[in-house]
């Protein structure tokens, strides 16, 4: 079987099974012979793991997952690949490619079917994201696994270098938005190694970078996670979804408009949470956006909400 990073290859049997690229599924295929093996390796693809891939292309990632793991199911969007992913993924016994859309696709369903029926119990998700849906299915896949407690234990995922600067940036430092806030709520996201836009097909306009998100799981006492702390989980994220659409506002005026709480009452929350009025969100540690949270949730004019 001729390799999926060989770019005469893959030309030819795209063009034998007429099939044209398309930028608005982000269609951007890796052809760097270094970079699958690492992202399977770093992702938990090994005996005893079920590996759930979110876009497979013409199958240069999803083969190197089923090399090393029990296996591999991956949601691709595009029906035009199957043909080509039947001949180049031919003679693995381990690989499900299922039609949908990651963002609709009801994964509690998949991951009981294809993996929990099967006894496979440690599942990781991994995948070469399409860049134009990172951080929705990002959050999509911490929600639910959180809310449906999917047991997924890592997910590590190629992404605009950019996007992965911004997630695994501190919570509490310039770099970092709402999505580093929501993430590290859930997880541990790091930095694992810079991918550039030559190892492409076709190369992008922008570099990249792999990244790895260790999930807390559920229920557990992590030390590292202070979720358990937050007492109303939606206004924790209404707060910070707020307070980062007006990232560079003195958090105070920006929460009391969006609250409709009086000027008076909001000095005293955050008095009680002991936060400056005027500092900005990006500048607040986990520890303090709970205290926040927390101190809003416990005042009388929160209530109505
Ligand atoms: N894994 C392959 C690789 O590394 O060469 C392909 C990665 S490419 C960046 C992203 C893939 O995700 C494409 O195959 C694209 O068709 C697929 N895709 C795009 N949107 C999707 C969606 N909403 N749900 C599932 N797959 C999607």
Redesign the pocket.
Known sequence: MPE?TDIQYVRNIMEKHGFHM?KS???????NPT??PRIAEYGNAKPGFGIL??????????KELAIRADKVV?????QK?FPILEETLAGFENIKIIH??????DLEKLIQEEFLTKNIRNIAVC???????TSP?IMRLLEENSAKHLNLSSITV?VQKEAAQRICAPVGSRASGAVTVAVAYYGKAVKLFDVSRGS??PSPNVDSSVMQIVVYPENSMNPESMRDQVQDERLFFRMVKTGFSQRRKQLAGVLCNAFAIPKSETLEIFAKAKIAPSVRIEALTMAELIRLSNAFSQSQSMHIF
């Open positions: 999926l398309s599924l982000g269609q951007n295929f890796l052809i970079v699958c891939e979110i876009g497979t292309g013409v199958g240069v990632l999803t991956a949601i691709e969007l595009d690949l949908g859309d990651v963002m609709t696709y995948a070469n994201l399409p860049y134009y849906i299915v190629m492409f097909l």
